[in-house]
C-alpha cells in the first residue's frame, strides 16, 4: 500500500513529526474498506483505533426519532474510534468509508504505548479531540443562532478550506455527500439544504455537480457565512 508523503493540514499524521508517524503507521494490521463499509458501529464495544490513510468517511449517529445525523467527515491523516479507546465506553458514532478506505486497524492497548512512547502524539490527539468538539459545539451554536443559508455557507467554507482541491473554477469538494447529508451537518432538512444551495449557485456562489460542489467565488461565501 502507497503511503501519503504529505498529509492533509490539520490531520493527525499532519501534527506528527516523522519518526512518530513512522511508528504508528507500523503498527496494527492494513485493511482496505470498500466504499459503503462500516468501519465502525454505534453502541458496538470494540477494542482499536483505526488510522485513516487514504480516505473519505463519515461520521454519523442515529437519533432519537430514527433519523441518522451526520456528524463529520474524515479524511487520509485522520484517526477514527479514539473517543471510545479513551472512555472505555461503547462507540458513540457509526464511521461509513464513502469512498474505498485504505486504512490501519490498531489495537487499543498498541496505541496506548506508542503514546507513552511518543509525547507529542499524545498532545496532538487531546488537540483533536478538542477540534472535533468545537466543531460539534460550533454546530449547535448555529443551528440556535443563525439562518439555514448561514449555517450553509460556514459549512462550506470550512469544508473548503479542509478538503477542497483548486481548479480553475474554484475550490472543489468532492466528498461523495448528498444533499441531504450536507443538510444534516448544519441541522436542515433535505428540501432546506437543496434550496439553500440554490441560492448560493443563482448568486454565483457555488456549482453543483453529482456529489460534487465547487466553490466559485470563496468571498462571496465567506461573506454569507459571516452576515
Given amino acids: 500500500m502507497a503511503i501519503p508523503s504529505n498529509w492533509p493540514v490539520g490531520t493527525y499524521l499532519d501534527t506528527l ?3 512518530a508517524q513512522t511508528a504508528l503507521l507500523g503498527l496494527g494490521v492494513p485493511k482496505l474498506f470498500r466504499r459503503g463499509d462500516v468501519i465502525m458501529r454505534e453502541s458496538e464495544r470494540s477494542d482499536y483505533v483505526v488510522v485513516l490513510v487514504q480516505a473519505l468517511v463519515k461520521v454519523t449517529e442515529t437519533l432519537g426519532n ?9 479524511v487520509g491523516g485522520d484517526v477514527v474510534g479514539e473517543m471510545a479507546f479513551l472512555s472505555g465506553e461503547p462507540r458513540s458514532a457509526t464511521v461509513t468509508a464513502c469512498v474505498d478506505t485504505r486504512a490501519r486497524v490498531v489495537a487499543s492497548a498498541q496505541f496506548q504505548r506508542f503514546l507513552g512512547e511518543h509525547p507529542e502524539a499524545n498532545l496532538a490527539l487531546t488537540r483533536m479531540i478538542m477540534k472535533t468538539l468545537r466543531w460539534n459545539q460550533q ?38 455527500l448528498t444533499q441531504g447529508e450536507l443538510g444534516s451537518l448544519v441541522g436542515v432538512e433535505e428540501d432546506t439544504a437543496r434550496r439553500e444551495l440554490r441560492v448560493l449557485r443563482d448568486r454565483g456562489v457555488i456549482s453543483m455537480g453529482y456529489r460534487a460542489i465547487t ?13
Fill in 66 to 74: 430514527g433519523r441518522v445525523a451526520l456528524l463529520n467527515i474524515k
Fill in 139 to 176: 454546530r449547535r451554536v448555529d443551528v440556535n443562532g443563525y439562518s439555514a443559508v448561514v449555517r450553509l455557507a460556514r459549512v462550506l467554507n470550512h469544508l473548503a478550506d479542509a478538503y477542497g482541491r483548486p481548479g480553475p473554477y474554484g475550490v472543489t469538494l468532492k466528498l461523495g
Fill in 215 to 227: 466553490i466559485v467565488d470563496l468571498d462571496v461565501l465567506a461573506e454569507v457565512a459571516c452576515a
Fill in 17 to 19: 513529526g516523522p519518526v
